[in-house]
């Protein structure tokens, strides 16, 4: 089944303890992104990739890291993560470089004590 | 600007049609986009239209562009209670694939 997975799907972590959120997909998709979800901020992208090894800061990259060293997998990586960080994270994916038609996985909800 | 606004909330009864409305700012964007959010679910595309394009029917859906006014719309055909859930708008801006999305509408289906 074509489909975009993230785990963990959900997570209570401390503040200041690494932690990465894995994302797959198997469509052979070229672009991938991520985004965090926020009541009355709506959604908002934070990194995203448009091939290997190439990724670039979306509108709110501060505290996160990303890295893209194969086709299908686009972790995300919070290096010390603060209570700010709590939110539902979603991982998308698109057969086009330029990111038209994106495909959603079905989120990750993040809570930082 | 970046900017694209709906209304938070639609009710309607059971094979009544629905319709969600959506402006945005951006004139250059390429590509408007429908999302479907159950509760606990990821966002599922429903569809999508060209900026080129008027209008796009897919079995149900109908979306209608007017990129005069900045407008979208999403008609939904014979509304069934599992139509119930949170409808987001969203543009694309053609450079790096962000999707800009609205606050998203709460469609309620009345048995």
């Known amino acids: 089944e074509a489909q975009v997975t993230q785990n963990p799907r959900y997570l209570i972590t401390v503040t200041g303890k690494k932690l990465t959120v894995t994302c797959s997909q198997n469509?052979?998709?070229?672009?991938m992104s991520w985004y965090r979800q926020d009541p009355g901020l709506g959604l908002r992208q934070i990194y995203y990739?448009?091939?290997?090894?190439?990724?670039d800061k979306g509108d709110v990259p501060e505290g996160y890291k990303v890295s893209r060293k194969e086709k299908r997998n686009f972790p995300l990586i919070l290096e010390s993560p603060s209570p700010n960080q709590t939110s539902l994270y979603f991982c998308?994916?698109?057969?086009?470089?330029?990111?038209?038609?994106?495909?959603f996985g079905p989120g990750t909800r993040l809570t930082v004590t | 600007g970046e900017d694209v606004e709906q209304s938070l909330f639609l009710s309607v009864r059971e094979g009544d049609s629905s319709v969600i409305n959506c402006t945005y700012t951006d004139s250059s964007s390429t590509y408007l986009y429908w999302y479907k959010q159950e509760p606990g679910a990821g966002l599922q595309l429903l569809t999508y239209i060209f900026s080129n394009m008027d209008m796009k029917q897919d079995q149900r859906l109908t979306v209608l562009l007017n990129k005069k006014d900045k407008h979208l719309s999403l008609r939904i055909a014979d509304t069934q209670t599992g139509d119930s859930a949170i409808y987001f708008c969203a543009e694309s801006k053609s450079n790096t694939g962000k999707l800009i999305f609205g606050q998203g509408t709460t469609l309620q289906v009345k048995p």
């Open positions: 990739s448009m091939n290997v090894e190439v990724t």
């Open positions: 998308a994916s698109s057969p086009d470089r330029q990111g038209y038609e994106q495909y």
């Open positions: 469509m052979n998709h070229e672009y």
